[in-house]
T-cell receptor, first 113, second 117 residues
Framework: AQSVTQPDIHITVSEGASLELRCNYSYGATPYLFWYVQSPGQGLQLLLKYFSGDTLVQGIKGFEAEFKRSQSSFNLRKPSVHWSDAAEYFCAVGGGNTDKLIFGTGTRLQVFP | DAGVTQSPTHLIKTRGQQVTLRCSPK?????VSWYQQALGQGPQFIFQ???????QRGNFPDRFSGHQFPNYSSELNVNALLLGDSALYLC????????????????FGQGTRLTVV
């Protein structure tokens, strides 16, 4: 079955601290992987994407993610979190002959000053 | 260049009614996908339209239907509304088979918040 698991429902960090959000996927074909961010009541903004090549990808707002095929993971990281990073983060997978995205249930990030 | 635009932004309907949501894709895009995001959940794929045809469908009942127009804009229709249809409905636009052919992503609109009472 195709699925995405984000094991952390809610994460709280202090401003300036490092961040890692976990994402594991199950997908039969070669996966294309994405991280989206959503502010309350808003749509989804793409942070970064992985299609092929270098397994460490850089995104916007200082985020990066690493694709580890052996672990079926695509964890999102940021070395120093800003208060404005507080939002909901979604990992998603697509692939094969379709652009259908399968999303995880999201991780809510709270940032304390 | 306008991104993906959806209308209306908010909508309140009564159980049993019908609703139509609209989406204009990003300029140049020819494919529209619709997602339902229930409160506290990740988006769930409803269906995708390309060349005015439904190309793929998720696990949603026939009460959910759609249409794509020659200008690539799209509508999502939901009949016989249930309380459980209350959600944020997101439209995503892309090029056809963007992931595989072009290694490009889908762009999302701000969504339509549907409340069924």
């Amino acid at each position: 079955a195709q699925s995405v698991t984000q094991p952390d429902i809610h994460i709280t960090v202090s401003e300036g601290a490092s961040l890692e959000l976990r994402c594991n996927y199950s997908y039969g074909a070669t996966p294309y992987l994405f991280w989206y961010v959503q502010s309350p009541g808003q749509g989804l903004q793409l942070l970064l994407k992985y299609f092929s090549g270098d397994t460490l990808v850089q995104g916007i707002k200082g985020f990066e993610a690493e694709f580890k095929r052996s672990q079926s993971s695509f964890n999102l990281r940021k070395p120093s979190v800003h208060w404005s990073d507080a939002a909901e983060y979604f990992c998603a997978v697509g692939g094969g002959n379709t652009d259908k995205l399968i999303f995880g249930t999201g991780t809510r990030l709270q940032v304390f000053p | 260049d306008a991104g993906v635009t959806q209308s209306p932004t908010h909508l309140i309907k009564t159980r049993g009614q019908q609703v139509t949501l609209r989406c204009s894709p990003k300029s140049g895009h020819d494919t529209v996908s619709w997602y339902q995001q229930a409160l506290g959940q990740g988006p769930q794929f409803i269906f995708q339209y390309y060349e005015e045809e439904e190309r793929q469908r998720g696990n949603f009942p026939d009460r959910f239907s759609g249409h794509q127009f020659p200008n690539y804009s799209s509508e999502l229709n939901v009949n016989a509304l249930l309380l459980g249809d209350s959600a944020l409905y997101l439209c995503a636009s892309s090029f056809w088979l963007a992931f595989k052919r072009l290694n490009t992503e889908a762009f999302f609109g701000q969504g339509t918040r549907l409340t069924v009472v």
